[in-house]
């Protein structure tokens, strides 16, 4: 499935204005944007849609028509911003805004200047735990009991140095309470020896020390079966924009991206609401 930065092409945040809105950010509060802008972070929320502001009933709902702009869009994947006549769609962890009318769109992050929060971002928590939450953990290789205060899903390739070093302290997140849900994202893609070897953990008897055995470099002498759950993992990770390993995925949906040592994560988890 295409990704809406691929539809909206060649839209994209150019540099000089990403720097600006950083430097309104870091600011803070609406008198770091003036002008259009300024108008546009106070505006009101947006009507509902299928209506217009004398309260009368309009013929087309923006939804649909939005929706018909975009291939494989839905008017329920839709969504009202709080900047009237402006509408959200996300497509994993990628997100675009269209005028009500289809006519022009905006890819990239939307914030909200009076309270420094990213609201593209709450969408992709959102978003993340939705999707992992379609996969069962039948499908995961999971090390730690249910009962550990915390859980985190990591999309994990075996041959990245920094996954095997987080691998390698398996056991001191566990002991901090922090049970670790692999799920598997081997960078290289279908047909290299990553994948094997992913295919090979999935496909073993004891798949938590074949885990273990893979991250160590060692061979494992194992047939790959059928209907391992490794491409479709893959795919999760590239819609949710997986760009390196280990991926973190914490309860509320944050994505840390890269290692983080059981120090630090049991420290970060303890401030992380959900």
Known sequence: MKSL???L???ACVAFACG????ALAAGGERAVSGPQAHAAAAPASHT?????????????????????????RPEDVRATPIAGLYEIMRGNDAAFVSADGKYAIAGDLYDLRSNVNLTENERRATRLR??????????????????????????DVDCPYCRKLHSQIAEYNRLGIRVRYMFYPRTGPNTPSWTRAEEVWCSSDRHAALTQAKLGETLHVKVCPNTPVAREY?????LEVQGTPAIVLANG?????????AELAQLLQTVKH
Do not use: C, N, W
């Open 131 to 156: 999707l992992l939450d379609q996969v069962p953990e039948s499908q995961m290789v999971i090390f730690g009991a249910k009962t550990e205060p915390h859980t985190i899903t990591v999309f994990t």
């Open 49 to 73: 849609a299928g209506t217009s502001t004398g309260g009368t009933s309009t013929s087309a709902d923006p939804r649909v028509l939005i929706a018909s702009k975009i291939p494989g869009a």
């Open 254 to 262: 944050d994505m840390l991206p890269g290692y983080v040592s059981p």
């Open 9 to 11: 092409a060649p839209l």
């Open 5 to 7: 930065k691929a539809l």
């Open 235 to 239: 795919e999760l990770g590239r819609e």
């Open 20 to 23: 600006l809105l950083g430097q």
